[in-house]
Structures are given as structure tokens and as C-alpha cells.
């Protein structure tokens, strides 16, 4: 079974990482977007044997763009007896219309996950889960390297000390394609984005960049994957 297969390199990466301990409640950060459900379905399976016995909630921070229905996916968490709460909040007015950013997606994912680590406490949550995956890992790698001039990358575990809340990222050891293929399969739901501005950021341009490299060089990804752990990048060693 797919599920099973994908909950093993999520499980592989959650124990490299020491993303999960007994007595986390861990809330999952859900877009809507395929990424945040193949993780809630993957999180959900791992639940039932993982050692840690942790808990489980998910969280969508709904940023007021029109035409977004999430009722899908709380028909999903109530069938799988996972609590489910969508957080309201004035992000597309304030990214959009007040401030009219011409860049807009970094301050959007900003203030999305300062929405959601606010809320934290309030689910009596310590852990965050987010939706990164192996695609995500080396279009930031590139991002870093030929926007900024530096090598970096996002943790695989970050402390928020400000918020007191710990950011995990269980599927950076699954691809796009893999992602792709789990969704399908088990017919999760997916809610379309309605922003103006989805696929059309400089992550996009990288992703269309790297897509074409691969032509050269197919085993690309697995190549910056392989030295971001190896080197390896701030954060990046695996537990001892």
C-alpha cells in the first residue's frame, strides 16, 4: 500500500530528526494544498505505532481569499477523529490591499505561520508540522545561492522562542512526484488556491530552472539533498 510506503520515510525522517517525543500534541498546518494533506494523512497513519503516542490536530489559516472551501477537508479530519479548526484572519487585505506588496509571498507565509504559531497555545500544541518535501529543500538551496549569494536552506527542526513552539518538517525525505501520487491515490481533497499569485513567484521561476537542469543532470535533487545532510548545513545532522 502507497500510504504505508510514504508513512516510512516520513517515520524515517521524524526519528533522524528527533521530531517527535511522548507528550507532544502536534498540530498540523493544512493549506488546503497537497503537501498539507498527504502529511495529515501520513501523520495519521504514523499514529497508530509510532513509540511517542503523540497527539494530533490540524489548523488552516484561512487569509480571506474568495472562492476557498474547506469543507472538504473538515469532512476528512471528523471521518479520521482529528480536531480541525480553520483560524480567520485579515492576511490577503493587509498583504494585498493595504500595504499592495509587489512581492507579496514571502510577507503571506510570514504572517501564515505567525498566525499559526500565535495560535499554538491555545490547542495546547508544542509542535508544528509543515508541509516541506525534497523539492521544497533544494528550490530554497537555490533560492539562497543565486538570490542572496549565501548557501542556506530551512531546519528540519526549528524552536520558535518567541512563541515557545517547535517547527517540524516530516516529509523532507518524499518528493513532489511521491506527494503527487499518495494524493491521487487516496483521493485526498485538495482546495485550489484562488491568490492571484500562485505559480507565478520566484519559487515557481527556480522550480521551472531546476526542472530544466534535470535534463542535464537528472540526479539533480538527490545530488543537493546528498550534500546539504552530508556537509552538512546548520541544523541538518542527524540525531546521535
Same mark, same amino acid.
Request: with cysteine; charged share 25%; proline share 4%.
Given at each position: 500500500?502507497?500510504l504505508n510506503?510514504?508513512?516510512?520515510?516520513?517515520?524515517?525522517?521524524?526519528d533522524d530528526?528527533?521530531?517527535?517525543?511522548?507528550?507532544?500534541?502536534?498540530?498540523?498546518?493544512?493549506?488546503?494544498? $497537497?503537501?498539507?494533506?498527504?502529511?495529515?494523512?501520513?501523520?495519521?497513519?504514523?499514529?497508530?505505532?509510532?513509540?511517542?503516542?503523540?497527539?494530533?490536530?490540524?489548523?488552516?489559516?484561512?487569509?480571506?481569499?474568495?472562492?476557498?472551501?474547506?469543507?472538504?477537508?473538515?469532512?476528512?479530519?471528523?471521518?479520521?477523529?482529528?480536531?480541525?479548526?480553520?483560524?480567520?484572519?485579515?492576511?490577503?487585505?493587509?498583504?494585498?490591499?493595504?500595504?499592495? /506588496?509587489?512581492?507579496?509571498?514571502?510577507?503571506?507565509? $510570514?504572517?501564515?505561520?505567525?498566525?499559526?504559531?500565535?495560535?499554538?497555545?491555545?490547542?495546547?500544541?508544542?509542535?508544528?508540522?509543515?508541509?516541506?518535501?525534497?523539492?521544497?529543500?533544494?528550490?530554497?538551496?537555490?533560492?539562497?545561492?543565486?538570490?542572496?549569494?549565501?548557501?542556506?536552506?530551512?531546519?528540519?527542526?526549528?524552536?520558535?522562542?518567541?512563541?515557545?513552539?517547535?517547527?517540524?518538517?516530516?516529509?523532507?525525505?518524499?518528493?513532489? /512526484?511521491?506527494?503527487?501520487?499518495?494524493?491521487? /491515490?487516496?483521493?485526498?481533497?485538495?482546495?485550489?488556491?484562488?491568490?492571484? /499569485?500562485?505559480?507565478?513567484?520566484k519559487r515557481?521561476?527556480?522550480?521551472?530552472?531546476?526542472?530544466?537542469?534535470?535534463?542535464?543532470?537528472?540526479?539533480?535533487?538527490?545530488?543537493?539533498?546528498?550534500?546539504?545532510?552530508?556537509?552538512?548545513?546548520?541544523?541538518?545532522? $542527524?540525531?546521535?
Amino acid at each position: 500500500m502507497l500510504l504505508n510506503k510514504f508513512t516510512g520515510y516520513i517515520r524515517r525522517c521524524v526519528d533522524d530528526y528527533e521530531m517527535l517525543k511522548e507528550g507532544d500534541r502536534v498540530a498540523v498546518g493544512i493549506s488546503g494544498g $497537497k503537501d498539507s494533506m498527504a502529511m495529515l494523512a501520513a501523520l495519521i497513519n504514523l499514529q497508530r505505532f509510532h513509540p511517542s503516542n503523540f497527539e494530533l490536530i490540524a489548523l488552516t489559516v484561512d487569509m480571506g481569499f474568495s472562492g476557498m472551501d474547506f469543507s472538504p477537508v473538515a469532512d476528512y479530519c471528523r471521518q479520521r477523529n482529528v480536531p480541525y479548526t480553520i483560524l480567520k484572519t485579515d492576511i490577503k487585505e493587509i498583504v494585498f490591499d493595504i500595504r499592495q /506588496e509587489k512581492q507579496p509571498c514571502s510577507l503571506c507565509s $510570514k504572517m501564515r505561520r505567525g498566525a499559526l504559531n500565535d495560535s499554538m497555545k491555545d490547542f495546547g500544541c508544542n509542535k508544528l508540522a509543515l508541509g516541506h518535501h525534497t523539492d521544497d529543500v533544494v528550490e530554497t538551496f537555490f533560492m539562497s545561492l543565486l538570490l542572496e549569494g549565501r548557501i542556506n536552506c530551512f531546519k528540519p527542526v526549528t524552536y520558535m522562542s518567541r512563541a515557545d513552539v517547535t517547527q517540524i518538517r516530516p516529509m523532507l525525505y518524499v518528493s513532489e /512526484e511521491q506527494i503527487i501520487s499518495l494524493v491521487s /491515490e487516496l483521493n485526498l481533497p485538495v482546495v485550489r488556491s484562488t491568490c492571484s /499569485e500562485d505559480g507565478a513567484s520566484k519559487r515557481a521561476e527556480i522550480k521551472e530552472q531546476i526542472e530544466n537542469a534535470k535534463l542535464i543532470y537528472p540526479d539533480l535533487k538527490s545530488k543537493i539533498m546528498g550534500a546539504i545532510k552530508s556537509l552538512p548545513l546548520e541544523g541538518w545532522g $542527524k540525531a546521535e
